[in-house]
T-cell receptor, first 114, second 112 residues
Framework: DAKTTQPPSMDCAEGRAANLPCNHS???????VYWYRQIHSQGPQYIIH???NNETNEMASLIITEDRKSSTLILPHATLRDTAVYYC???????????????FGQGTTLQVKP | DTEVTQTPKHLVMGMTNKKSLKCEQH?????MYWYKQKAKKPPELMFV???????INESVPSRFSPECPNSSLLNLHLHALQPEDSALYLC???????????FGPGTRLTVL
């Protein structure tokens, strides 16, 4: 089962920041938080991941709380092309029998509106 | 080349047919994956190959048979499928099992 909880849907106005929350209260110390998104009829796309520090790349920022029990993905200036299902995934970060596993939850459907 | 390609894009097959799905990447990745995604559901992991060896099989029925002939290619052989196997089949690859995964566009399979 997925180890994360996300709201099923969110709206965001075009040009505004989209803040997508994720709860992972049972996360272990060696587990990373990954974010992927899936635009309709396409394969999932990797966005960002982190362990405990905040991370930023050209697509988004990831804010992880100090206790690591929740995180927020931030799309700083959402566009219509950001409309997608966003998946927050917890996965182990070292080689083990489960390393290659990505267990997708239901995700958040983000609708960016003009 | 920075993408994962999958062929065919669409496949319709009968329950007695044998067909194969193909996945290819030329990024030098050593881990490759098959996922299954039913309509309006999240992707579900089926198989993981690491350095051309099967490392994870998520209790997938034997009518699905994966094959990794070399480090760039991953096949999924299909035989005696059921209509409930109709789904989008996604392939992914990563540098190794710890790295982020890159997904292909998928093959939309319909079993009649």
């Amino acid at each position: 089962d997925a180890k994360t909880t996300q709201p099923p849907s969110m709206d965001c106005a075009e040009g505004r920041a989209a803040n997508l929350p994720c709860n992972h209260s049972t996360i272990s110390g060696n587990e990373y938080v990954y974010w992927y998104r899936q635009i309709h009829s396409q394969g999932p796309q990797y966005i960002i991941h982190g362990l405990k520090n905040n991370e930023t790349n050209e697509m988004a920022s990831l804010i992880i709380t100090e206790d690591r029990k929740s995180s927020t993905l931030i799309l700083p200036h959402a566009t219509l092309r950001d409309t997608a299902v966003y998946y927050c995934i917890v996965r182990v970060g070292y080689v083990s029998s489960n390393t290659g596993k990505l267990i997708f939850g239901q995700g958040t459907t983000l609708q960016v509106k003009p | 080349d920075t993408e994962v390609t999958q062929t065919p894009k669409h496949l319709v097959m009968g329950m007695t047919n044998k067909k194969s799905l193909k996945c290819e990447q030329h990024m030098g990745h050593r881990a490759m994956y098959w996922y299954k995604q039913k309509a309006k559901k999240p992707p579900e992991l089926m198989f993981v190959y690491s350095y051309e060896k099967l490392s994870i099989n998520e209790s997938v029925p034997s009518r699905f048979s994966p094959e990794c002939p070399n480090s760039s290619l991953l096949n999924l052989h299909l035989h005696a499928l059921q209509p409930e196997d109709s789904a989008l089949y996604l392939c992914a690859s990563s540098q190794d099992e710890e790295a982020e995964q890159f997904f292909g566009p998928g093959t939309r399979l319909t079993v009649l």
